[in-house]
């Protein structure tokens, strides 16, 4: 197994990915606007 | 005192002092991506009082124009480079966001009619891929990963599936060399050979996420066409990006049955392990779309919110496209990529003029 492989096994199970984060911060965005903290997002 | 000197001490870096180290670039990919919104306003309204004829210029290209003039005069100083990485985090994040503008029954009509063109597309792709690398004498799993890497979703596949086959560093800098290099190229021609073909908004949009490997790149080549072809792109990239799992797999039982690679113990694991999650949150907001859970004000503010988190994307892009770099990867591999990028994009186009046929969506 290369280096990369056991880097993935040595994680600790809480850590997690740059993917989970994205989803993490997208879907707390996303309940801010619902609760009304953000009302207005300009473009 | 002997040990002190053969054991290197690696000191973790503070979750705390990793998040400042990022701060630095994510400005300036903010700071670029601005600009470029800026340009996009201000060359238009200028040309027009000067009584110019210029095309209008979207954001999008000016965020990686931009970039891509930094990149190869200044290049990226090191202060910057970690948070110019985040640009992935951003363009996921700004992919769940965008669930908010698709209702579920879209998603399932335009998902099911891309699932099967997506299905098509790895299968053509990967054999033809495959045959070109042993046509060129390419070492089997540098063959593997720019077929994974083009048939799939172009960088991530190319680490998912390196780390599964445990192929060497060089290979896999060769493939997402090669692939970032023809990504960057798709960039440009793509939005050029649609419009000459006269696509309309959904027939380019599903050939930009099946033709352009990067989702990143998929997403900005479609952007760069309409707002509603850069909707699609990312829909069909995101059903090609859920295939990568079972690719991966597939490669990593074979090259394990050569005794090349580790088995692979608990399938399902190894699966979820490297589905894209965030797919799932695409799914997710578009669920709670379709069932009101936001009103029309909060969808808007979802999709603008998504908009700057692909704006920072763009500028990433570009940022991250060093053409000096590229070049010293050598030409074999970038000239297997390069035939099989052509091959697969004249492929992905007649699929899709049959399918606006066959479906007449």
Redesign the interface.
Known sequence: ??A??KA?NNQSPWKL???????V???L??LL??AGV?????? | MADVVTVPQVRPVQPALRFLRVIPGVLLLGAIGYAGKLLEQNVGAYAKAHHWTFPNIEYVLWAIVLGLAISNTVGVPEIFRSGVATYEFWLKAGIVLLGARFLLGDILKLGGVSLVLVAIEIVGSLAFMTFLGRLFKLKPKLTTLLAVGSAVCGVSAIIATKGAIEADDEDSSFSIAAILALGALALFTFPVIGHFLHLSDRAYGLWAGLGVDNTAEATAAGALYSDAAGKLAVLVKSTRNAMIGFVVLAYAIYWASKGQAQAVGNKAAFLWQKFPKFVLGFLLISVLATYHFFNKDQVGALANLSRWAFLLTFAGVGLRTNFRDMRKQGLRPFAVGAIGEVAIAVFTLALVIGAEKIFGF
Request: proline letters at 4%.
């Open positions: 197994m290369g990369e492989g993935e990915s740059l993917d989970s984060w994205a989803v911060v997208a879907l965005a996303a606007i619902r953000f009302k207005h997002i300009p473009w």
